[in-house]
């Protein structure tokens, strides 16, 4: 089209010396020419076209190939065990929201709801010397280090067996003894605090790494940079997991947060990575490689995109975001759901799947009859765990 454009610009333009016969076969010469490179430009382009066609084929096929080999890679017995842990957390947390309804769990309670796949596959990676420490979403953290579900929602309604003596509640929850220091109520407060557990892994020389699990609304707080910069200059164990669910406390992360997230620490020189949070097998593989890294040179972040089907707490209707992008979410991206179709794949049969949904019910019931049954704290722990001795 440019050609053409050229030629009858140029037959239009008045020519001083020349005669109109001339002008004539001028253009005659040029329209001639001009469809000649056209014709030469569209044999060119078809078969640039044809070309290019093939080895888009081929790499489409590798990588689904990829793909299928990535799952392939994992047992079913593995599986499984994923399966189990993503639906005890889901069963544990829509139980916790029953409650909070019935008005059993009292103060804030933010669930995990759809978010499973990251601590899952995260956790899955660590090793017994390595220590987590999160944010007030800690439930779903709580359960992935091995902590016992009755001693977690015992917790959630206040009463005496619970993991914090009923002290803690749904955001104040800790277990030394599982290496799990917390859900911590500030935003951001947990990330200092966990370049100080892993400053303490380096120190002691015990091998472990700290992963510092943090929301994408607490990413901006100055004191998240405060600790990356000292992470960097003591080159600490310590793995941020930035859990990115889109909305922080419900403004959406493209109006509140410029640039990606997991490249917030290359002023430092902490390397970022980025992995899809909606898929355990896909956490799982972000994870060994970082933790790799951070057991070797120093603190990374890893970034999981992902998403909460329920609001910020269970005092938050969202009304910051349609029911079809929730629906969405629930209906094409379920990291459950992904798992489930995969063991269905490798002709695990729905009666051992539903076996493992009726046993995990069994176990969340459970744990709400025992939170339910078991007394409150007397109120002279109250004046407890206040002060440590030396």
Aim: charged share 25%; aromatic share 6%; glycine share 8%.
């Amino acid at each position: 089209m440019a050609t053409r454009r050229t030629s009858t610009s140029a037959s239009k333009s008045p020519a001083k010396s020349t005669s109109k016969a001339a002008s004539k076969s001028t253009t005659k010469s040029s329209t001639s020419s001009t469809t000649r490179k056209t014709a030469t430009k569209r044999t060119t382009s078809a078969r640039k076209t044809s070309s290019a066609t093939k080895p888009a084929r081929k790499t489409t096929a590798r990588k689904t190939t990829s793909k299928q080999s990535a799952s392939a890679k994992v047992s079913t017995d593995e599986l499984l065990k994923l399966y189990r842990e993503m639906l005890l957390i889901r069963r544990f947390e829509e139980k916790a929201g029953q409650l909070y309804g019935m008005g059993l769990i009292g103060g804030f309670c933010h669930l995990y709801i759809g978010q499973e796949a990251v601590v899952v596959g995260i956790q899955s990676k660590l090793k017994d010397t390595d220590s987590v420490i999160t944010s007030y979403r800690d439930h779903g953290h709580m359960l992935a280090c091995d902590m016992d579900p009755k001693g977690v929602m015992a917790e959630l309604t206040g009463r005496d067996s619970g993991y914090s003596k009923g002290k803690g509640g749904s955001m104040h929850m800790f277990s030394r003894e599982k290496k799990f220091y917390g859900g911590h109520g500030i935003v951001g407060a947990q990330v200092p605090i966990g370049a100080g557990l892993g400053f303490a892994h380096k120190y002691l020389d015990d091998g472990g790494i700290n992963v510092c699990y943090v929301g994408d609304g607490a990413v901006n707080q100055g004191q998240v940079y405060e600790t990356l910069n000292m992470a960097a200059l003591w080159k600490l164990p310590f793995l941020m997991v930035i859990e990115n669910n889109k909305y922080a406390m419900g403004t959406s992360q493209q109006r509140a947060a410029a640039g990606e997230l997991y490249q917030r620490g290359e002023a430092y020189g902490i390397p970022g990575k980025q992995a899809d949070g909606m898929d355990v097998l896909a956490m799982q593989e972000a994870a060994e490689e970082a933790v790799d890294y951070v057991r070797k040179n120093g603190p990374m972040i890893l970034e999981a995109q992902t998403y909460r089907y329920r609001g910020h707490s269970m005092s938050d209707p969202a009304k910051y975001r349609t029911k079809d992008e929730v629906n969405e979410y629930r209906q094409t991206r379920d990291p459950i759901e992904k798992v489930r179709n995969l063991l269905l794949e490798k002709k695990v049969s729905e009666d051992k799947i539903k076996e493992i949904d009726k046993d995990i019910k069994q176990i969340v019931n459970e744990s709400a009859d025992f939170a339910q049954t078991s007394p409150e704290p007397d109120p002279s722990e109250l004046w407890t765990d206040v002060l440590v001795e030396a």
